[in-house]
C-alpha cells in the first residue's frame, strides 16, 4: 500500500530554482526540485540514529548563470512529472508549478513585448486580416509558444486525471490576462491577453474533447468585475475578442487552433481533429453560458457558427441528456441544469439571428448551426 501524503512545503531559491519536500505517513521523505535534471548525488550522509540526514544533489552541468533556469521543459517531460504529483496527491504542488510556468509567461510575453516596441507599423495596426494575423501570432508563437505549451501539457494531465483540480490553472492563465498594460487597446500592449486566451482556449478544448466538464467549469471560474461586470472571465468579449487580432473573435479562435497543432493531443488520446473540436466545443459552450450574463449585443460574436458542428454535436447531445455532464456547463451560466437546458435553444436562435443580419452577404452554406435534432433533445429534457 502507498503511503499517504502528510505536507507538501515548497522551498523557493534563487531564479526558478525551486524544491519541494514531501512528508509521508510511513516517515519517508522525498525532494522534487523543479527543471533541473540531469543531476547526480555528490554526498550522502545516512548513518548514525538520531545524526541529521544530508544529501546533496549537483547538476551535471554547474550552473553559473540564469540561462540554465530559464529553460522550457519539454510537454512530455511535463506531463510526466504532473501525473507523478497527482499520483501522490500533490495538488498543491501542481498548483503552485502552474502559477510560476505562467509567470515565465507572462514575464516572457512581456519582454517580447517590450522587444518589439520600436518593430513599425505591423504591431501599431489593428489586425484586419488573416495574413496579418498568422504573422502577428506566428512571431509570437515562435517567441513564447514553448513556455504556452509547457503549460498547457501541465494542464491536461490534471484534466484528464483529476478535473476538479484545474481551477488554479485557470487562475495562473487569468492573472496574465490581467496583468499591468494587457487591458491597453493598443495591439501590441495587449498581447499578454492573447497568450493567456489562446492557452485556456486550448485547455477548455481538452476539458471538451475528453468528456471533463468539471474542468471547464473549473478553468472559467474567475471573474473581475471590469470583464463584463463580472461574468466568468472565458464568456467575456474581452477574452474572444482580442485586441491583438483587431477585435476579432474569428481570428482569435483561428488563432488558438493553429497553436493547437503545435499541441502533444496524443499524449491525452486525442487527434488534432478531436482536440480542435474540443475548442470549437468550449466556444459555443461559452458563447451559450455569455447570454446567461449579456445581451446578445453584449456578448461574444459567435464565431462557433463559421465551423462545421458535426464533431461537437455529441457533446450537446451528452449535455442535452446527462445531468451530471450538463451540471458544471450549466454553474458557468451561474444557472440550475433546467434552467441552461430551457435557454439552450433560445440563446441559440438569437445568436444565429445576430449572425445573419451581420453577415447578410454570407452564404448560409458558410452558417453552420446546432442540427434540430440537437436542439430538440434539449426541448425535450425540459419537457416542451
Known amino acids: 500500500m502507498a503511503p499517504t501524503l502528510l505536507q507538501s512545503i515548497p522551498v523557493d531559491g534563487p531564479g526558478d530554482r525551486h524544491v519541494r519536500v514531501l512528508f509521508y505517513d510511513d516517515g519517508s521523505v522525498r525532494i522534487r526540485i523543479a527543471n533541473a535534471a540531469p543531476m547526480k548525488i555528490s554526498e550522502a550522509f545516512l548513518r548514525g540514529k538520531g545524526d541529521h540526514v544530508i544529501v546533496k544533489l549537483d547538476p551535471e552541468v554547474a550552473l553559473h548563470s540564469e540561462g540554465r533556469s530559464l529553460l522550457v521543459r519539454e510537454p512530455e517531460d511535463e506531463r510526466a512529472e504532473t501525473i507523478e504529483m497527482l499520483q501522490a496527491g500533490d495538488v498543491i504542488g501542481i498548483a503552485e508549478r502552474a502559477k510560476r510556468i505562467a509567470e515565465r509567461l507572462g514575464y516572457e510575453t512581456a519582454k517580447f513585448r517590450d522587444a518589439n516596441q520600436q518593430n513599425g507599423a505591423e ?49 495562473a492563465l487569468f492573472r496574465v490576462f490581467q496583468s499591468e498594460g494587457a487591458n491597453s487597446p493598443l495591439t501590441l500592449q495587449a498581447i499578454p491577453r492573447l497568450v493567456s486566451a489562446v492557452s485556456a482556449q486550448t485547455l477548455l478544448g481538452y476539458a471538451i474533447a475528453l468528456g471533463q466538464y468539471q474542468a471547464f467549469a473549473e478553468i472559467s471560474k474567475p471573474r473581475s468585475a471590469s470583464l463584463d461586470g463580472g461574468a466568468p472571465w472565458t464568456t467575456t468579449q474581452d477574452f474572444h475578442h482580442l485586441r491583438t487580432l483587431g477585435g476579432d473573435s474569428l481570428l482569435s479562435a483561428k488563432a488558438a487552433l493553429r497553436f493547437a497543432e503545435g499541441e502533444a493531443h496524443d499524449a491525452v488520446g486525442l487527434s488534432i481533429v478531436e482536440l480542435k473540436n474540443g475548442i470549437i466545443g468550449a466556444g459555443l459552450l461559452a458563447e451559450i453560458c455569455s447570454l446567461a450574463h449579456n445581451s446578445v449585443e453584449g456578448a461574444p460574436f459567435p464565431w462557433t457558427f463559421r465551423y462545421r458542428l458535426d464533431g461537437v454535436e455529441p457533446m450537446l447531445s451528452d449535455i442535452a441528456t446527462n445531468d451530471a455532464s450538463c451540471a458544471p456547463i450549466a454553474a458557468v451560466a451561474g444557472e440550475s441544469v433546467a434552467a441552461f437546458r430551457a435557454a439552450f435553444r433560445g440563446r441559440h436562435d438569437a445568436y444565429l439571428k445576430l449572425m445573419i443580419s451581420s453577415s447578410p452577404y454570407l452564404p448560409s452554406p458558410h452558417m453552420f448551426p446546432v442540427r434540430e435534432e440537437t436542439l430538440a433533445l434539449f426541448d425535450k429534457a425540459t419537457g416542451r
Do not use: K, N
Open 123 to 171: 504591431w501599431g495596426i489593428v489586425v484586419q486580416t488573416e495574413p496579418v494575423a498568422d504573422r502577428v501570432t506566428g512571431a509570437l508563437f515562435d517567441a513564447v509558444g514553448a513556455r504556452m505549451h509547457e503549460l498547457t501539457a501541465l494542464g491536461a494531465a490534471v484534466i484528464q486525471y483529476r478535473p476538479e483540480s484545474a481551477g488554479p490553472i485557470g487562475h
